[in-house]
């Protein structure tokens, strides 16, 4: 676990470091182009950078192990972050929007096209490697606030060709118009994003259900359990909170078992749903076979 904490953290820091150079990418050709298009894209860059030291303070919020006030630990943490990228790509788009308006009112020519389209195309270039990276590895250790920059990082690949898109047009049509108008769009769409990602960590904080294969995954298990010792299972719920999984199950078992036995097959369900998912928390109540249960939702 601290080994998988330490890789998330360079994660992190590779995302902090990506950022800070695309900055100085789109701001150098923002200022030799004049162009309101890629500073519209820098700004976005610039909340990637914040957005990125916040994520790094809530991996290191989501690791502290369970305490008195926090029994089941402080993984919930990375959602928050998640929230607050939502919330700084908003005040983005706010920003870009208000720009593009203001060029819209009072249209400037673009100068030393060149030169900038060739700083965002290394910038672009940088946050696709680094994005990629990003969601794969949020993915793989199941860490909101990676695969939340990530994609933070993928949508801004897009909204830098999408500029330098336009900003090829202006150059070859001579149209100042089109700059502030890209500008626009690339508000637009980052808007969006924003409220995607703002949406998606408030469903998370509602503790949703773990995704379905995982979920067909542990009936398996629990089927194939079920026919090898003879017991069943009923009301399994599950739930999500950032990295950690959690997992409630009644198990049925003849009522004439002895509770050393009973509490066996417990450890054994522990322990394998646990295998089964990768790692997972699993708490066992035991029934007697033939309990009634009250359930009323088909968990998978």
């Not at 290191?60 to 972050?81: I, L, Q, R, T």
């Not at 909101?144 to 060709?161: I, P």
């Not at 904080?205 to 995704?211: M, N, R, W």
């Not at 090898?228 to 199950?249: L, P, Q, W, Y």
Request: hydrophobic share 50%; charged share 20%.
């Amino acid at each position: 676990m601290i080994d998988e904490q330490k890789l998330l953290e360079r994660f992190m820091w590779l995302s902090i470091a990506a950022s800070v150079a695309t900055i100085a990418l789109k701001l150098a050709a923002a200022w030799v182009t004049g162009s309101v298009g890629f500073l519209s894209d820098a700004i976005e860059s610039l909340i990637n950078l914040v957005a990125a030291v916040v994520g790094l303070i809530a991996l290191k919020v989501a690791a502290k192990p369970a305490d008195e006030n926090h029994n089941f630990g402080h993984s919930k943490a990375e959602y928050f972050s998640a929230q607050v990228e939502g919330s700084m790509i908003l005040l983005a788009a706010v920003a870009i929007i208000y720009t593009a308006v203001q060029r819209l009112i009072e249209p400037q020519p673009i100068e030393q096209a060149g030169v900038g389209l060739i700083l965002s195309a290394l910038a672009a270039g940088l946050n696709l490697g680094v994005g990629m990276a990003l969601v794969r590895a949020g993915r793989k250790y199941r860490s909101a606030t990676l695969g939340a920059d990530g994609h933070h990082l993928l949508t801004d690949v897009w909204t830098t060709v999408g500029v330098i898109a336009g900003i090829v047009l202006v150059w070859l049509t001579g149209w100042e118009i089109l700059d502030p108008l890209i500008a626009l769009a690339v508000g637009v769409n980052i808007l969006f994003t924003g409220y995607m990602l703002l949406k998606n960590s408030f469903i998370s904080l509602l503790s949703e259900a773990l995704p379905e294969d995982e979920r067909l995954a542990i009936k398996a298990f629990l089927d194939e359990f079920s026919v090898d010792h003879g017991v069943e299972f009923t009301d399994v719920r599950t739930a999500a909170f950032g990295r950690e999984r959690f997992v409630n199950v009644v198990m049925q078992v003849p009522g004439q078992w002895s509770v050393d036995r009973s509490h066996e097959y417990a450890d054994m369900i522990e322990e394998g749903i646990d295998d089964t998912l990768g790692g997972a928390t699993t708490v066992v109540h035991v029934e007697p076979l033939g309990t009634e249960t009250d359930v009323e939702f088909n968990w998978i």
